[in-house]
């Protein structure tokens, strides 16, 4: 696998949940970060995940709303989003990172491997 395929994106109204799923076959030592893309918009870090799947970030703008998940052996990485907004449309990405930090109980991840970017897996929420 040359780089993780992102799936589960589609149309949903404000208040609704979709959960992203993101095959990692081949990066499963990796962190593994979502990130997303509006038009017009640069793309902007969503979450991220440690290897092991016991530390989690989530930015600002998603934080008690999306939940990373990872079952390294179903070589998944998961984003559940719940209470979507319009503005959390876009095209979704996950890519495994170079690496990630623990700053006390603080974890924040690095960025991407590389700079090839997949498909992704466009999330729409609209009324």
Known sequence: QVQPAESGGGLVQPGGSLR?????????????????QAPGKEREDVSCIS???QQTFYSGSVKGRFTI?????E??????????RPDDSGTY????LSGDTYLGNSYSC???IDDHWGQG???TVSS
């Open 121 to 123: 897996t466009q999330v």
């Open 69 to 73: 998940s990872r079952d390294n052996g």
């Open 20 to 36: 992203l799923s993101c095959a990692i076959s081949g990066f499963e030592a990796y962190a593994i970060g979502w990130f997303r």
């Open 110 to 112: 690095r960025g991407p």
């Open 75 to 84: 070589k998944t990485v998961y984003l559940q989003m719940d209470n979507l």
């Open 93 to 96: 990405y996950c890519k495994p």
């Open 51 to 53: 290897s092991t799947g």
